[in-house]
């Protein structure tokens, strides 16, 4: 059973059952917008427009054209200048969460925690014996 919950494109109350973020309503209206970008892009000359070019050609909003790239409604492969901005610093990927320079710096700052993490542990594994210095006086 499904969860009550408002449309974020209408603000209409509808039951969420996870399939679909949008009440039917909506949902019936994206797929028809859907049809029009693309019957749009299917066209040889349009198949490497631009999101701009897109949203300029159809009037389709850009945030309908990310989700449907997001969801592979609309493929990369196919159509190569599509893609949606990454969660960290909004640069437009084809795949994933995160572009490619955020991806390696992640990588880079995991490393980094590694060695220090592993020199740490080095550290208190080490034997802290006590030194004495053997001092004769005179």
Partial sequence: MGELKNCPSCGEF?????????CNNCAMNEEKQY???YR?????ENRAAT???????TGIEESLL???VRKNRLQPAMFPNLGY????CGKITQQGKLCVSCTEELK????QFDAAKEFRDKVAN?????YHADIKRK
């Fill in 14 to 22: 509808f039951n969420y059952t996870g399939l679909r973020e949008v």
């Fill in 35 to 37: 049809e029009v970008v």
């Fill in 40 to 44: 749009f892009l299917r066209k040889r």
């Fill in 51 to 57: 999101v701009e070019r897109i949203v300029e050609a």
């Fill in 66 to 68: 990310h989700k449907w």
């Fill in 85 to 88: 901005p990454c969660d960290n």
């Fill in 108 to 111: 880079s700052g995991l490393r």
């Fill in 126 to 130: 080490q034997d802290h014996g006590t």
